[in-house]
């Protein structure tokens, strides 16, 4: 199995705390896997705001009980990196993220194993 460690994502929060964006979608294929290491959540506004991250089955969306972190607070020009080691499979492959503001970033590194 080969393994390539990498920056998996990175994206802009939505700036609607419900509405979810994809940060990383993992392989559809059979027998692969993705492991990641941290998840490093920047805010470069001015304001205080919020953020949510999530594991799900289906693109851009939440579901109940499948929230990482719910409506987290991040004070202004903050960094917050978290270490996990979540993994996503075939079916539980997309990492979802929602924000308060726009000024939120996301970058996930991890592995990707195929």
């Known amino acids: ?25 993992a392989s559809a294929t059979a027998g692969t896997s993705t492991i990641t290491s941290s998840i490093v959540i920047c805010n470069a506004g001015a304001t205080t705001g919020t ?3 999530a594991i799900n089955t289906a693109s851009a969306t939440y579901a109940s009980g499948r929230y990482v972190v719910y409506q987290a607070t991040i004070a202004a020009g903050d960094t ?5 080691g ?3 499979d ?8 929602s924000s308060s503001t726009a000024n939120i970033n996301f970058s996930v590194y991890g592995a990707e194993n195929s």
């Open 90 to 97: 075939p079916t539980n492959r997309f990492l979802n993220v």
């Open 1 to 25: 199995m080969a393994v390539t460690y990498k920056q998996l994502g990175a994206a802009a929060g939505s700036g609607t705390i419900g509405t979810a964006a994809n940060l990383y979608a």
């Open 51 to 53: 953020y949510t991250i």
């Open 80 to 84: 917050i990196a978290l270490t996990l």
């Open 86 to 88: 979540l993994v996503l």
